[in-house]
């Protein structure tokens, strides 16, 4: 059997997997219900990244599954990622695909999205810009850490959310809810999130002395005596996430959970979130778990979002009515 699925129009849908999240990849192929197509993928002793596609991708639409995330399983890191995508997006060209598309949930470099200090890069538009020259058509990912990223592209990029996924996983707790931003450009998506769920909002007074380091000074809004979710879209280190759960729960937060697609949970993460006062701490499979992840961390798979959205765009159909349209959420 190939990796293709054929329509009315002989079309073809083939998916290819890179090494950053395999898994990921294999779910989102099954669900479409298709192979992944067979790809070679290898490091060579000096550093390059290598790419053949093992059978014939002429005329087809190939979607290339490729977070820009490290992999400890597979041996890539976030630099290996994106270079190897780049190498499957050029490869693909080369052997005449119809369309080439980058699903990538995580985009690497997103939070360097504009100059803080003099003389910085802007990362994510550097990155876009390598993803258009490498002769991507189309790019399909999920909560951009700021959504204006898509005018860094000047090809079609489809932005989806987990905000509906994470928030229905919270339709079991009690009713005396409040969800919590982080700070004030979170209140757009957890406004949304709390309407969904029906709960309250409250927001928190975040500053950043430096890089990777946040300071907490005060809760606006009524968190005593409720079940708080802080609702962000990466963890990093989970320094910020903990002295978010803390402040909260000072201010007399009676539990307190948090969600946010990305697991990024780089340095000290781990031990963060383990002394952390979260009873449970909701992620998506944007970014594979590394070994050893605290065992109040609960995964939400996004496969069934990125399979429908993936068959929509191979068969030409809207979507954005995924989310009936509500996925601009910042």
Known sequence: MTASMRGESQKRLMIFAGRANPVLAEDIAD???VELGPITLKTFSNGEVYCRFDESIRGADVFLIQPMCGNPETGVNT????LELLVMVDAAVGASAHRVV???PWYGYSRQDKKSAPREPISARMVARTLEAAGVDRVLTMDLHAGQLQGFFGIPVDHMTALMMLADHFTGLDDDLVVVAPDAGRVKLNKQFATRIGAELAILDKERPAQQVAEITTVIGNVRGKTAIIV?????TAGTLRAAGEAVRRAGARR????ATHPVLSGGAFENLSSSPFERIVVTDTIPLRPGAPENIDVVSCAPLLADTINRIFTNDSVSEVFGGKNHLF
Do not use: E, S
């Open 79 to 82: 630099n290996d990622a994106l």
């Open 102 to 104: 980058a699903v990538t």
């Open 232 to 236: 962000d879209d990466i963890i990093d």
């Open 256 to 259: 307190v959970f948090a969600a």
């Open 31 to 33: 669900r479409l219900g």
